[in-house]
Structures are given as structure tokens and as C-alpha cells.
């Protein structure tokens, strides 16, 4: 007795079907390469691209923009990206240089040179220290960029004598957004809908999480406080906060004896509550500036660096200040 003969032609010819048509079938579109410079501004730009892709992030592990520099992987990682986002150069002088020589094609977003964004003057003098041409540009940071005020015949940069931390501000976050969600479609058009989507989801967010943080700091806008740099000029406007000071200029220089004594004498004067540091600079500093007042302690960080990087590090990290400030400024025990 023969055995039937095994029914392999059908098989065959439905298996060649689908390998035809994966032939034939477009590409899945490529993610463009998506650089962002801070934690901050990255969580910003990867809740736009959201399953789309994922930016890289150029300052990482807990590290400062204020005195970052930049390594061959971080410098090739700029040269092949096709959009960079970041703030400017008052605030990332170790990405400026390296810009100049990008490929023409290379998309730069920079935050402060963008329509919409409010910028805020710096603020100089008495507890903001005062204007020092020799370590920056008037702005309170000091950070020794190498942006010129202009020389002979040339006119100093307005922007670069702006406060740069304009993340902080909610309302500038959602024109980031908003501006983030372009840039990324003109760069990659065929995930356009999804970018803008993306964005729309990210703006209710920003929205719901204002008013929460409104409700949240209420009780305490007119405490005075102390902040360990000038950092915070956007959240203070935006909330309607009270703060008086800083502990120093820039967060790589020390402040002078005088100065202590001088904010010290203010902390006594006014009342303030609390003296904050930042996670990633020396805490002894405001211990020492406490000393013989009734401040408080706290940490506030303003730029995200003990944040893991994601969507949701900009959402932390604004609810941490927050949280910090409430807590440090509330009614005593």
C-alpha cells in the first residue's frame, strides 16, 4: 500500500507569499538621533519622542553643565546626531565650541534663542553678588564662558546677560514642547503625528502638575529663604516665592568671608527660614552659613543631576523643589 504523498506545494507557495511581500514591504522608518544636553531638557525632548525613539543624553551620572567637558564619545555622539537640543552657551560653554563644525544639515534647537521662551534678566548686586566682567557676563553664574561683550565696534550678546535655568518656568516648558514636537518633525516628517501627540499628552501634564505645585507652595510664598546659587529665578517669578539671596555667584567659586557674614547677618535680619545646597556641590558650605542662625538646611536641584534620565525626570524634578521648599519653609514643630 502507497502512502499519499505529503501536500507540500501549498505550504510552499503561501510561505513564499509572505516572504515576497516582507520583500516588498517599506522600511520602518529610522528614528532621527536625537541629542539633548541636560536632564532636564533630555526628559522633555524623550517624553515628544516617546516610542519613537530615545535621545542620548551628553551630561550624565550626576555631573554639572556648570563645569562638564565633554569626552571622543560625547564629542562623536554630537558630530552624527541629526537634531542637538540645549540651552546656549551661557550655560553649556563645553558643547559651543564643538557645534561650530557640525554639518550643515544638523538641526540645533537652542532653548534661549527660540521665540516664546521667556528669558529673565540676570540679577546682580548685594545678595546676588555683584557684576564680575573677569568670571562671567553679569548674569550670576560666572562661569567664564568665553562669549566676549563685544570689543571694538561689536555689541555685547543680550542673551548670553539672561538667567538660563528657563526649564523651571512651566509656562517655558510647554513652549519647549511645543517647539520640541517641530523640530522633530521637520527632521523626521513621516513621525510627525505621533511627535505632536506626544506633546499634547506632555503640555496636559505640565498643566495638571502647575496647579499641583501652586496648591503645594501657597502656605509658604512669603517665607524668606536662601539658595545655595542664583538657579531658581524662574521658579521663584512663576510661584511667587520669596527668596532673598545666595550662598555664592557660581557654583565652582567660593564665596568670600565677607560674604558669609554678610548673608548670615541678612538670614538673622529677615528671618529666613531656610538655606538650601545642591546635591552635587559640598554641603559643608551651608552649614557654615547657618552657623549662629536659626535657619534650616535643605536641597534643592534645579538641573536634575541625582535624577535617573527619562520621560519623567523634568515632572521629579520640579515636584522635588517643591516638595523641598514646602517642607524646609513650613510652620515649625
Excluded at 13 to 31: E, F, N, R
Excluded at 69 to 83: I, K, L
Aim: aromatic share 4%; hydrophobic share 45%; net charge neutral.
Amino acid at each position: 500500500m502507497s502512502l499519499p504523498r505529503p501536500r507540500t506545494r501549498g505550504v510552499t507557495l503561501a510561505a513564499l507569499s509572505i516572504l515576497l511581500a516582507l520583500v516588498a514591504a517599506p522600511a520602518a522608518a529610522t528614528a532621527p538621533k536625537v541629542v539633548a544636553s541636560i536632564v532636564p531638557v533630555h526628559s522633555l525632548v524623550a517624553a515628544v519622542m516617546g516610542e519613537v525613539g530615545t535621545p542620548e543624553l551628553l551630561v550624565r551620572g550626576g555631573a554639572s553643565p556648570h563645569s562638564y567637558a565633554m569626552n571622543p564619545s560625547d564629542a562623536r555622539m554630537v558630530e552624527q546626531a541629526d537634531v542637538i537640543i540645549w540651552v546656549g552657551p551661557m550655560l553649556e560653554s563645553y558643547l559651543d565650541k564643538g557645534m561650530r563644525s557640525l554639518p550643515r544639515q544638523t538641526r540645533i534647537l537652542t532653548l534661549t534663542r527660540e521665540a516664546g521662551i521667556e528669558l529673565l534678566a540676570g540679577r546682580e548686586g548685594g545678595p546676588w553678588d555683584s557684576h564680575d566682567h573677569a568670571h562671567g557676563h553679569g548674569h550670576g553664574h560666572g562661569h567664564g564662558h568665553g562669549h566676549a561683550h563685544g570689543g571694538k565696534g561689536k555689541k555685547a550678546d543680550p542673551v548670553l546677560e539672561m538667567d538660563h535655568h528657563v526649564w523651571l518656568d512651566p509656562d517655558n516648558a510647554r513652549r519647549i514642547v511645543a517647539r520640541i514636537a517641530a523640530v522633530l518633525a521637520e527632521a523626521d516628517p513621516a513621525n510627525a503625528a505621533r511627535y505632536a501627540a506626544n506633546a499634547a499628552a506632555a503640555d496636559r501634564r505640565i498643566v495638571a502638575l502647575d496647579a499641583s505645585i501652586a496648591a503645594t507652595l501657597a502656605p509658604v510664598r512669603s517665607q524668606p529663604f536662601v539658595v545655595f546659587h542664583d538657579a531658581y529665578q524662574y521658579f521663584e517669578k512663576h510661584y511667587g516665592l520669596n527668596a532673598v539671596g545666595s550662598v555664592t555667584v557660581s557654583p565652582d567659586r567660593q564665596p568670600s568671608a565677607k560674604r558669609l557674614n554678610a548673608l548670615r547677618a541678612k538670614i538673622t535680619r529677615l528671618g529666613a527660614r531656610c538655606v538650601f545646597a545642591e546635591p552635587q556641590f559640598e554641603p559643608a558650605l551651608v552649614r557654615t552659613v547657618v552657623e549662629k542662625t536659626n535657619a534650616r538646611t535643605g536641597v534643592l536641584d534645579p538641573e536634575g543631576t541625582a535624577l535617573a534620565p527619562g520621560p519623567e525626570a523634568w515632572f521629579t524634578l520640579m515636584q522635588g523643589l517643591a516638595t523641598s521648599l514646602a517642607g524646609c519653609l513650613g510652620t515649625t514643630s
